[in-house]
């Protein structure tokens, strides 16, 4: 079971900065890395293309499984198709899963899946993110720096 989700900070910034030039539709990623123990270890978010992107409501196929190895290597590891993460945009701006966000992730078979919220004023940009694992419920999100 996964009870912690590590990114690395500048990764997550990455994320971060595309998810805002999407704003204010809800945009994803897939999440790739690997599992230690009971952590995973974020090593990379890839844009993966969207189907009609909108303000409340994303989709998208993939053509391999939760849980594949990609022939790409990091730190001599083979990265794992871990799952998804979508953003939520203002004013729906809440890191929590609806319930077709928690349908769509078991039913996929993600191993684990984010949700990061936010929003934008004049001057400032915002983002929460909150992370699950489908076999164990919301897990710890932690910021490698």
Request: proline share 6%; charged share 30%.
């Amino acid at each position: 079971n996964i009870h912690e989700v590590v990114v690395d900070r500048r990764e997550y910034d990455r994320f971060k900065r595309r998810a805002f030039r999407h704003y204010p539709r809800e945009y994803v990623e897939t999440i790739w890395g690997t599992v230690e123990k009971h952590k995973a270890l974020v090593h990379l978010f890839e844009p993966v293309e969207q189907i009609t992107p909108t303000r409340n409501d994303v989709d998208f196929d993939l053509e391999q499984p939760y849980g594949t190895k990609s022939g790409g290597t990091r730190e001599d590891k083979d990265l794992v198709l871990l799952g998804s993460i979508h953003t939520h945009p203002a004013p729906y701006d809440v890191p929590t899963p609806s319930d077709s966000d928690i349908n769509s992730a078991v039913d996929d078979g993600e191993i684990v899946w984010g949700i990061c919220a936010i929003r934008k004023t004049a001057k400032r940009r915002f983002a929460s993110t909150r992370f699950w694992a489908t076999k164990h419920g919301e897990v710890d999100f932690v910021v490698a720096e």
